[in-house]
């Protein structure tokens, strides 16, 4: 029963994976990699920074309101755990290391101006 729902699982998740990307590759805007939207929202001058000790090493929360997007980015000292971008309900951009960490550098249309 569990093997049933994990691959059910991982199917509605390939599938939503696809519709986003295709979504995104719709949207007029530049191109850009998880890394490159990282370093946007670090260097972006209304970005709130929040950093924690846990476990050993240091945790960094970005949190970023710009051109009506919603960026939410996690790391662990210089690694990318976690980086959310969404606009009026829609999700552009979810990308998580425990599962998308072969995604890293692949280039996406994304609605930012630099």
Request: zero cysteines; proline letters at 1%.
């Amino acid at each position: 029963m569990s093997n049933i729902l994990a691959k059910a699982k991982n199917t509605l998740t390939q599938t939503a994976g696809t519709v986003r990307n295709s979504m995104l590759a719709n949207k007029e805007g530049a191109t850009i990699s998880v890394i490159g939207l990282a370093d946007y929202i670090e260097t972006h001058q209304d970005t709130k920074k929040a950093t924690q000790f846990l476990l050993g090493d240091f945790y960094h929360f970005y949190v970023l309101e710009a051109e009506g997007i919603h960026y939410y980015l996690e790391k662990k000292s210089d690694y990318i755990l976690q980086l959310d971008a969404s606009m009026d309900d829609q999700i552009l951009v979810a990308y998580r290391s425990y599962r998308d960490k072969q995604h890293l550098q692949e280039m996406f249309s994304f609605p930012i101006q630099k």
